[in-house]
């Protein structure tokens, strides 16, 4: 009798689950419209968002092979993304081996009790916190506080972001829509005994939250502290945590007992490999050479540091990333934030607009995936569409993450949902693209469309359109927010005209160089009369297309 080899049965990943602070309560064209309305942040927003850069863009500058990096960066994460499986046990392995324990969690509640049950059983009223984008997600600090313990934040933003009762709106610099004078006033509300004549002056408000964490740093009755890591080797069991303050330095080493919260994408796979990896994250997030404070530490060392070590390994979703062929690169994101602020929409709107931990073009991506697009109703459903396509963010993405490709593939599935949904395939836009697919398709209609709209704009009373009616299905959402030029001259009827002239003229005379360049003569072996310089000129180009002297 053969036999018939039937398969190891699968079980479909689930999504994040729905305590996880990965989906606002509105879609993302109304909050963005609430956003756009407040001057002070789009201030704040634009100023922080072109520090960050210039600072970065020097940075880069400084590496000679800085697309080599971050191809090595790429393949590393796309051998992870390939292995993941047997890394996470290579690292459980290694973590338990240096005297560590490794938790696994499938969502944020797992996570959420894991920590909480290991804080109560250390009889821990107070936990200090590392600032971390895992911990956020799974709302750790409102689980803590249910079952009587006070998080506390040790990162000098996110403790702003806690102490005024807010959510972070940014990966890198969480309170990043605050400015001094705000920052000035949520201390003097929330901190004891704080001197009412202090400034807003960064010095002052430094040592004002230095003296703050000092009291928490030393007076610890649980002595349990909480971090995230950056990487996590899967060779040698090291954590990695980088950042610029050192308060992560003193949450690390001083406490008998440190948990870490890590999403399971945040694995690599050798030692040798941080190299690459510790080169990409300062330069791409703080513009840095390197990060003031770099901390790698491997299981429990007797007389050196924690006396306990607890590795929590946290899915809540990123399975379901990692099942998608084309969208599973956005967990190779490495947290840096350079995506956020080039973004052209993120800067305009803040991170609160998108209503998830992860803002901005990298949480446009990773956040509907995660949680899944249920719906129109869903805030999520919305995120794919919060972009321009204008690619900036992946040109400077580390590891090459093509963010605008991934947005189109979420899109193309919101779409296709739309479409087997009774009553949605007949929505506005799908009407509209229809339309311009018959348009588009007949030479006749669109040659018609076009010489159509020069005399149509005739009628209007200045240079641009203005508000258009509602009614009329995607236009409207283009011109209530910007200018809209009227139609120039076509290039059929220009074309048109040119031919007309070079005929009138006969075979020897000059042609005109393009709309609105009549009469413009341009010689084959020298300058045009004017002085423009022709290709024969000799000057040189560089291959980013800049004039060389």
């Not at 941080?274 to 007797?302: A, D």
Request: hydrophobic content about 35%; overall charge negative; aromatic content about 4%.
């Amino acid at each position: 009798m053969s036999t018939v080899q039937l398969g190891m049965p699968t079980v479909r990943p689930q999504h994040a689950s729905p305590v996880s602070t990965l989906r606002g309560e509105r879609g993302f064209p109304e909050a963005a419209r609430e956003a756009l309305g407040d001057a002070t942040l789009s201030a704040n927003m634009r100023h922080a968002t072109s520090t960050i850069q210039g600072k970065r863009a020097g940075a880069v500058r400084e590496v000679r092979d800085w697309q080599k990096l971050r191809s090595a960066g790429s393949a590393l994460k796309w051998q992870v993304t390939d292995h993941l499986p047997e890394l996470l046990e290579q690292l459980e392995e290694s973590v338990a081996g240096a005297g560590g324990v490794v938790h696994w969690a499938r969502d944020a509640e797992e996570a959420s009790e894991i920590v909480t049950r290991l804080a109560l059983e250390r009889d821990a009223r107070e936990v200090l916190k590392v600032k971390s984008m895992a911990t956020q997600e799974i709302g750790l600090n409102e689980a803590l506080a249910h079952a009587g313990i006070r998080a506390i934040e040790s990162d000098l933003a996110e403790l702003i972001v806690q102490l005024a009762d807010d959510t972070p709106s940014h990966i890198l610099v969480p309170a990043i829509h605050r400015n001094r004078a705000e920052i000035r006033e949520i201390f003097l509300a929330a901190m004891p005994d704080l001197d009412p004549s202090i400034t807003d002056d960064p010095a002052e408000l430094a040592e004002a939250a230095r003296r703050f964490l000092r009291e928490k740093f030393l007076d610890m009755p649980g002595s349990v502290a909480i971090c995230g890591a950056n990487f996590a080797v899967a060779e040698t069991g090291t954590l990695v945590v980088v950042e610029s303050e050192g308060n992560g330095r003193m949450c690390l080493t001083l406490p008998r007992t440190l948990i870490s919260v890590v999403g399971i994408e945040k694995i690599v796979p050798t030692f040798q490999d941080l190299e690459v990896f510790l080169q990409l994250l300062p330069r791409s997030s703080t513009g840095e050479r390197m990060n003031p404070y770099t901390t790698l530490f491997t299981g429990v060392h007797e007389g050196d540091g924690p006396e306990e070590f607890h590795l929590v390994l946290l899915d809540n979703g990123r399975s379901s990333v990692l099942e998608d062929p084309e969208g599973r690169s956005a967990l190779h994101c490495i947290r840096c934030s350079a995506c956020l602020n080039v973004c052209p929409v993120y800067a305009r709107t803040g991170g609160h607009a998108y209503g998830s931990t992860y803002p901005g073009p990298i949480g446009a991506i990773l956040s509907p995936q995660m949680t899944g697009m249920s719906g129109t109703d869903d805030p999520n459903s919305t995120l794919p569409y919060a972009s321009s396509l204008c690619g900036a963010c992946y040109d400077v993405c580390p590891v090459k993450i093509d963010i605008p490709e991934i947005l189109v593939h979420l899109r193309a599935k919101d779409v296709d949902r739309r479409r087997e949904a009774r009553g949605e395939f007949h929505g506005s836009w799908d009407l509209a693209l229809k339309g311009a697919s018959r348009l588009m398709s007949s030479p006749r209609a669109y040659d018609l469309a076009v010489r159509s709209a020069k005399p149509l704009s005739s009628l209007l009373p200045g240079a641009n359109i203005g508000r258009l009616p509602g009614a009329l299905p995607i236009i409207p959402g283009w011109t209530d927010h910007r200018d809209l030029p009227s139609p120039p001259q076509s290039f059929r009827s220009w074309w048109d005209e040119r031919e007309k002239e070079r005929v009138a003229r006969g075979p020897e005379g000059p042609a005109s160089d393009g709309p609105g360049e009549r009469g413009r003569a341009r010689s084959v072996d020298g300058p045009a009369p004017d002085g423009d310089a022709s290709p024969a000129d000799d000057s040189a180009v560089t291959p980013d297309g800049e004039e060389q002297p």
